[in-house]
Nanobody
Framework: QVYAVESGGGLVQAGDSLTLSCTGSGRTFTNYGTAWFRQGPEKAREFVAFINWSGDITSYDDSVKGRFAISRDNAKNTVYLLMNDLKPDDTALYSC???????????WGQGTQVTVSS
């Protein structure tokens, strides 16, 4: 089964903005928090941002705090990541996943590539 599909990535220049979307299959995300992760070339996957089901709790990695904003539209089963002031270090494959329980994520999407040139 495909549980989540990411979209919105692309090639941009430093300082540009992009909005990524993560759409769950059916009601995959219902009552679950969701997070964005990223993995750059030859790097481990790292946490980017989290939002709970009701949308009133968010958290961000320090590297993106103040530049990225996570949000969701539960009627569309979609979680968004608004990325502002992109930097070359943001270049990575961005994936979303639901939080099955605290600290455990599943239903990963295949990811969408973001490439930021200097």
């Amino acid at each position: 089964q495909v549980y989540a599909v990411e979209s919105g990535g692309g090639l941009v220049q430093a300082g540009d903005s992009l909005t990524l979307s993560c759409t769950g299959s059916g009601r995959t995300f219902t009552n679950y928090g969701t997070a964005w992760f990223r993995q750059g070339p030859e790097k481990a996957r790292e946490f980017v941002a989290f939002i709970n089901w009701s949308g009133d709790i968010t958290s961000y990695d320090d590297s993106v705090k103040g530049r990225f904003a996570i949000s969701r539209d539960n009627a569309k089963n979609t979680v968004y990541l608004l990325m502002n002031d992109l930097k070359p270090d943001d270049t990575a494959l961005y994936s979303c996943a639901r939080e099955l329980r605290i600290g455990v994520f599943d239903n990963w999407g295949q990811g969408t590539q973001v490439t930021v040139s200097s």
